[in-house]
């Protein structure tokens, strides 16, 4: 089982109409993006987060209990109230986000049970609760509980500048948590911010992949590259499109069950890429993932649109 913790959200995706400007409220946040992406592909998926309680957060509680995930540990918290991100898209689908998210439920997240992390393969922790000192704790503590069990740990670093007080103070607690992480998944943005010489010492001993858009991703591992090229389309809404990548990347690799080789990760990363491809051609996160048929279909085809 791939198990992802951290933040669920309501994405407020926004339109220009005649009548006036709208949002349309989507299930989201990157980790809760990533269980459902691995289920929609046919995996074993877990989630654990929070939702503070109210008309959202009980919207979210009923989305993740359709999901049929193998394990659920959600928890409502009554003195909170559910995050919310505004999303903005642009006429070619980029979206820019403006996070609803003071003294929100994201980051104060319910403890995972020991049998859940045993029946885990891959823990994904998600990168939001960085922002705050309970969820950098509570995120070491999962971290290295996970570890110990020797289970992998997988990380996306989904960098928002606009939840941090300080940006140079956010990439600080980032390099300390990242070296806990066998499995990191980097924005090219994110990459530069971090800096090659940060990527190749500090992480040397995991499985980088960096995402580059329309120029496919990127993959480090044991001191050896590789970039892969991607599916071509014109992207209605990128929302979630990374997270749509990264399930797919943590299905293939979770489905190998042997040590990773250069082909294998060359696999894996053109699965993700047209996962995430795929995921732009309808708004939202969540309702355009697609199944593991329809991805092997367009590889099949030459990854041509």
Known sequence: MILCVGEILADMIGEEKKEGFFFERKAGGAPFNVACAVKRLGGSAGFAGSVGDDLIGDYLLDFAERQNFDALILKKNKYRNTTLAFVQLSEAGERQFCFYRKHTADYVLPVVPDRTLQASDIVHIGSLMLSEREGQDYAETLAKRAKTLGKTVSFD????????????????????????????????????IFGDAYLRESLSSALVCITKGTNGSEWRYAGESNTVETLKVSPVDTTGAGDAFFGGVLFKIGSLHKDLQPADLNEALAFGNVCGALNTL???AIDPLPTEE???KFIRQGLRK
Do not use: M, Q
């Not at 989904?158 to 990191?184: G, H, M, Q, T, W």
């Open 157 to 192: 670093v989904n960098f928002r500048c606009d939840i941090f007080r300080d940006s140079a103070v956010a990439v600080e607690i980032y390099r300390k948590f990242l070296p806990l992480c066998d499995i990191v998944k980097f924005s090219e943005e994110e990459a530069e």
């Open 282 to 284: 309808g708004r939202g």
């Open 294 to 296: 329809t991805v092997e």
